[in-house]
């Protein structure tokens, strides 16, 4: 059987680790670097449906197109 403390400690171990990754994941997206609008990040919410999320995505593809960088 395993003790309430060790559990306990355990439960703690497990959210400081969580913790960590997500300090490490902002950190790492905070020094990522894109050329002008070419680096993009989308969030999907969870009950969102994928048709109507692709096609807001081709149609911002579609209007990207226009834009002339170098």
Do not use: C, H
Request: aromatic fraction near 8%; hydrophobic fraction near 35%.
């Amino acid at each position: 059987m395993v003790e309430a403390s060790k559990v306990e400690n355990f439960n703690t171990d497990e959210k400081q680790i969580e913790k960590w990754k997500v300090k490490r994941l902002i950190r790492t997206l905070d020094e990522a670097k894109g050329n002008g609008t070419s680096f993009v990040s989308l969030y999907i919410p969870p009950k969102e449906q994928i048709m109507k999320i692709n096609q807001m995505l081709a149609a911002e593809y579609a209007g990207a197109e226009n834009i002339k960088s170098r």
